[in-house]
């Protein structure tokens, strides 16, 4: 299943490491969207609103896990660069463990903070009782988000993109049928959805695993219980990397939620004009974050073996490609605003808004394709300090002090806010384009070693 993109065409190895990213984040995406796209018909604004902010509850956790699976799968792509398939094996076993124990332990303190945290965000009373419903279930089953994501993750640092595809795939199409049944038919509400996610993600895990399992030579993981042992080397490293990857993940969504707190003042119309620019947001990301995870894995591989003009080439690519797509989306949101909003919501009022969104949507879209090439360069080299400069940058900083002072400081209201939010999407671009040009990378000492 390891594949080797030291050698080679650039371009070709990273549209063919990415296309199957490409599919397997549209369906994760189509899935996500299914909750809302239900949700909004059958229960309303308040209920999208709802699975929104649940939502994004159970995000803020899900990236305590990422920032260490990310790193392990940082240090599995240099260590395939590298050669070293007994590290890998190391570092696979040293990922799942992790994961499990920390999904038991955020279990245990998420629950009782979930209604602090949804006050916090200013939820609207006709839409809290939803979000409860929503966010509870989903951390309940926090377990099979990590583990799902893990697998990702480790298959992204070997280089296989195909297999994740597949259990995606089997996941986006349960959601699918699951989402219809319970909310459609059974009238559950905002937690039917998030139901239908929990069990959905728990039978794509299950399958993974099992056919790992089957196919564990390929894999280069066997699976035996002394080969989850923590490796206390290899886990240093990883805390080393995964702390500042985890609060750089999390900083951003948190002052997501920050800003969103005082957007949802405004009310539920407002609420899901934001939800829903969010999401069309998160399709640009389709694309960018595909070729992020590619390009990283190609830069780790490149950058162990000492390939520094291979590095350059797909760090290029990456940015070439995703200003690309933006570009597309972008003519897309300026023709046909309303009925991009109306697929999600049918109320009048949410749609009216729609255009008025146009140009923070173009700028948003721009930000992901910049933000898809930095983290391609940053995270591949494994630069733990320089991603967290970024995300507490973009996070803290430029987000909160913009929103604030477009939003509060110029009275520019639900705009200042809005536009606040994604200008500062444009600090992880600006942050890597200065690494970059700098050639410093090329001095960088590596995780692994």
């Given at each position: ?29 189509v899935y ?6 239900v ?11 709802a ?23 940082v240090?599995i ?15 696979i ?29 200013n ?23 990590f583990?799902y ?13 195909k ?7 089997i ?60 490796q ?7 805390i080393?990397l ?24 405004y ?5 899901a ?40 080439k797909?760090?290029k ?36 808004l ?96």
């Amino acid at each position: 299943m390891i594949n080797d993109f030291t050698e080679g065409s650039v371009s070709k190895h990273l549209i063919k490491f990415a296309w199957p990213f490409v599919v397997s984040n549209f369906l994760q995406t189509v899935y996500n969207l299914v909750d809302m796209v239900v949700v909004g018909q059958y229960v309303g604004s308040a209920g999208l609103s709802a699975v929104s902010m649940g939502g994004e509850v159970l995000i803020l956790f899900t990236f305590l896990c990422l920032g260490f699976v990310s790193a392990g799968q940082v240090m599995i792509s240099q260590f395939v660069g590298r050669k070293e398939y007994d590290s890998v094996s190391k570092v696979i076993g040293m990922i799942f463990t992790t994961v499990f124990v920390m999904a038991i332990l955020i279990t245990i303190i998420s629950m009782p903070l979930a209604h602090p945290i949804l006050k916090l965000l200013n939820v609207p009373d006709e839409a809290m009782g939803g979000a409860m419903d929503y966010t509870r279930v989903c951390l309940g089953g926090v377990i099979f988000t990590f583990g799902y994501n893990a697998v990702g993750s480790i298959m992204r640092g070997i280089g296989d993109s195909k297999r994740p595809l597949m259990f995606i795939a089997i996941s986006a199409t349960a959601n699918i049928f699951l989402d219809i049944l319970f909310v459609g038919a059974f009238d559950m509400g905002p937690g039917g959805a998030a139901l239908a996610t929990v069990m959905s993600q728990a039978l794509s895990f299950i399958i993974a695993i099992i056919y790992l399992y089957r196919h564990r030579v390929a894999f280069g993981f066997d699976f035996k219980l002394k080969s989850f042992k923590i490796q206390k080397d290899l886990f240093l490293r990883m805390i080393k990397l995964g702390i500042p990857m985890m609060l750089q993940f999390s900083a951003i969504t948190f002052s997501m939620m920050f800003v969103n707190s005082y957007i949802n003042q405004y009310g539920v119309t407002y609420m899901a004009v934001t939800a829903i620019g969010n999401k069309l947001g998160n399709i640009t990301n389709i694309v960018t974050q595909s070729l992020n995870a590619a390009g990283s894995g190609m830069v780790g591989q490149n950058i162990a073996a000492g390939k520094h003009d291979r590095v350059s080439k797909v760090v290029k690519m990456v940015l070439l490609l995703g200003t690309i797509f933006a570009a597309i989306l972008s003519v897309l949101m300026i023709i046909m605003p309303e009925q991009l909003f109306g697929l999600f919501d049918k109320e009048e009022a949410v749609k009216a808004l729609a255009r008025s969104y146009v140009w923070v949507a173009v700028i948003n879209f721009f930000g992901y394709a910049g933000r898809s090439f930095a983290m391609s360069l940053i995270n591949g080299m494994g630069f733990a300090g320089l991603a967290f400069f970024a995300g507490i940058m973009d996070g803290v900083v430029v987000r909160v002090g913009l929103a604030f002072l477009l939003g509060i400081v110029f009275d520019m209201g639900i705009y200042g806010f809005w536009y606040g939010m994604v200008i500062a999407g444009h600090v992880f671009g600006v942050v890597g384009i200065i690494y970059f040009l700098s050639g410093k990378w090329k001095q960088k000492k590596l995780i692994i070693n």
